[in-house]
């Protein structure tokens, strides 16, 4: 136990002393492993802590630690061991369920026992699991686990189950895919700047024009429509393929902006994401500040509160810049 609470307080020492989201998680988490029968070790509460490091928003690698610390011997009374385990797995988190998301892993590692007794020494092994995960805020999530632990020297197959507490940490995957979408736009001499965040709650209630978080390009008067902005072609077709086109005219109420595009067509990848984690979503042309610009909005919702509601598990799945937008 004293372990365990090192690593809690490490986990809670990190959590306040970096910036929350996606890149990194670290999960200190606590459980029980059921031996194999033919082990001769008796069920023990098993602890230890994982790292995750993601690829991209569905893989990504996971190194981990456990330690179940004196397990008996149920032939050899009253002996008993320590057995810590080391392991390298691989994650794959297929898509989220508002703020659930179920996670596979496989892979392989090694224990080590402290008291080697007849056939159970010290020796490899490959694991797989599955589990879910409950985003309780967009940097921390209430993980849930099972795991089957095969050994290869032993052939004896152990079943570990675990809680915890995930916090994620770095740089978000959103802003790591802006930045790779900003350094293709360089390239074509097209940037882009931030706006001042929406409005406080309050105040949101009685704002009906239209705001946007990115002040976006527009084509100049020498190039009124150049190779820069061919894709806005392309745009009518994009939204009539994904999503229901519309204007002020004919929607109403609140919903939650997840996105803004002027001139280039929304990227399918992400429309398709949205609409995979079961959301209502709508592209919607508006003009900010005389320029034309497509928002990606969810909803309606019938009423601030209820879109209040939605907002904070849409940040924690898919942007934590969303906010609510009403017209």
Request: net charge negative; with cysteine; charged share 20%.
């Amino acid at each position: 136990m004293k372990l365990l609470k090192i690593c809690l307080s490490s986990a809670l020492i990190f959590a306040l002393s970096n910036a929350a989201d996606y890149q990194y998680e670290v999960v200190p988490k606590i459980g029980q492993n059921f031996f194999d029968d033919d082990s001769g070790l008796d069920d023990e509460t098993n602890y230890g802590i994982d790292l995750n490091y993601y690829l991209n928003k569905q893989a990504g690698v996971q190194v981990g630690y456990s330690r179940i610390s004196k397990a008996s011997y149920l032939w050899y009374s009253p002996q008993d061991t320590d057995i810590d385990r080391f392991y390298l797995n691989a994650l794959y988190e297929p898509v989220s369920y508002g703020a659930m998301t179920p996670y596979f892993l496989g892979g392989v590692g090694y224990e080590k026992l402290s008291n080697e007794i007849g056939n159970q020494k010290s020796q490899p092994f490959v694991n797989a699991g599955i589990g879910v995960k409950y985003a309780m805020s967009s940097a921390f999530d209430l993980v849930a686990e099972a795991k089957y632990i095969r050994k290869l020297d032993s052939m004896d197959a152990d079943i570990a189950t675990n809680v915890g507490f995930g916090y994620k940490f770095g740089m978000p995957m959103n802003n790591m895919q802006s930045l790779a979408t900003n350094s293709a736009q360089t390239q074509n001499q097209i940037s882009y700047k931030q706006e001042p965040l929406p409005l406080p709650d309050q105040a949101l209630e009685n704002v009906d024009t239209a705001m946007t978080q990115e002040e976006l390009p527009m084509p100049s008067d020498q190039n009124p429509k150049g190779d820069i902005f061919s894709e806005h072609e392309q745009l009518q077709n994009t939204l009539s393929n994904t999503a229901q086109s519309t204007s002020t005219d004919n929607i109403s109420g609140y919903f939650v902006q997840v996105g803004a595009y002027a001139y280039k067509a929304p990227d399918q990848r992400y429309l398709e994401e949205i609409e995979n984690q079961g959301y209502n979503l709508t592209l919607h042309e508006a003009t900010v500040k005389g320029k034309r610009v497509t928002k990606i909005l969810i909803g309606p919702y019938s009423s601030y509160e209820e879109a209040k509601r939605a907002l904070s598990k849409i940040k924690a799945s898919i942007t934590n810049r969303a906010f609510i937008y009403k017209i």
